[in-house]
């Protein structure tokens, strides 16, 4: 609490004192002491505890002195019928105020015994402890399709050649019908361009410093053509690798919109990061990134 709690006898400040269950507040002139009731309850009883705090909300007392925390007067209970000892309770904040000695009728909570830790045999730890080193091996091994060959050559072979390779793939609801549409269309522009490469991508590609060129028509243009057969090649890979699942889980038109804002956000950071450039741009990376980043 912010404000300092007074002793409702002495009206000097409490001191707070941190126990193992909580916090209490005791006078250094008379050693009463304020105590929360939640405290009490983990401390006692709740035979000790419950009749106070049912005297009190059924006011069943007498109005006593100011409570140390909010100041209004509390009540005054009896803390057990048999012993005589009364205590105050302040029913707002929930505080009971124990002059000194009025603790000890209390009765403490048992705690719960430990339980017996059971030895077991040595030869049951040894095999405790080698099953533990085997699946260690295990984990560090990594799962077996990490370590197993894939199934189709064409994976065995862009593994061997450092190309991702799916496993498991997700069961597809559709069939990815824009992926390979894309595909072959970005094959057909780019296969045509390459007999006239230096013309076409004059023509077609993307120059940072005329962005508008075509009335804009490069950024779209671009993204059809490629600088090689390894480039295209290579682009068409990772295409139809994630693009088919991206597109199973995202749908036609959400698809067709990732790829379109990808390329041209690829696009605009390459005008950025060279605007007086005159090099022709091209190729489906920013498209495809987007797919990869989204997968």
């Not at 300092?4 to 400040?13: G, K, S, T, V, Y």
């Not at 028509?217 to 671009?222: A, G, K, M, R």
Request: hydrophobic share 45%.
């Amino acid at each position: 609490m912010d404000a300092e709690l007074l002793c409702p006898a002495c009206r000097i400040p409490l001191t707070e004192i941190r126990t193992g269950n909580g916090i209490i507040w005791r006078c250094e002139k008379c050693n009463g002491r304020a105590v929360g009731l939640q405290l009490l309850r983990r401390t006692f009883t709740p035979e000790s505890i419950n009749p106070l705090w049912l005297h009190a909300i059924h006011n069943e007392g007498s109005s006593a002195r100011p409570c140390p925390s909010c100041g209004n007067a509390m009540i005054e209970v009896a803390l057990a019928s048999s012993s005589g000892i009364r205590v105050e309770v302040c029913r707002i904040c929930e505080f009971v105020w124990f002059d000194s000695g009025e603790t000890q009728t209390l009765q403490a909570r048992t705690l719960p015994k430990p339980k017996a830790q059971v030895v077991l045999p040595q030869k049951a730890r040894e095999a405790i402890a080698l099953a533990k080193v085997q699946q260690l091996a295990e984990q560090a091994c990594g799962p077996d399709f990490d370590s197993a060959p894939p199934d189709e050559w064409w994976k065995s072979m862009a593994a061997f050649l450092g190309m991702p390779v799916e496993f498991d793939a997700p069961a597809k609801e559709r069939r990815p019908v824009v992926t390979w549409f894309l595909a072959a269309v970005i094959i057909t522009a780019s296969v045509h361009a390459f007999f006239h490469l230096q013309e076409a991508v004059q023509l077609f590609g993307l120059i940072p410093a005329q962005p508008l060129r075509l009335h804009g028509l490069t950024f779209v243009t671009s993204f059809f053509l490629h600088a090689g057969v390894v480039h295209l090649v290579g682009n068409m890979y990772f295409l139809l690798v994630f693009g088919d699942d991206v597109e199973n889980f995202l749908g036609a038109l959400r698809y067709i919109a990732l790829i379109a804002i990808a390329a041209f956000v690829g696009d605009l950071v390459h005008i950025a990061s060279a605007p007086n450039s005159t090099i022709p741009c091209i190729g489906a990376s920013g498209g495809i990134a987007g797919v990869i980043t989204f997968y």
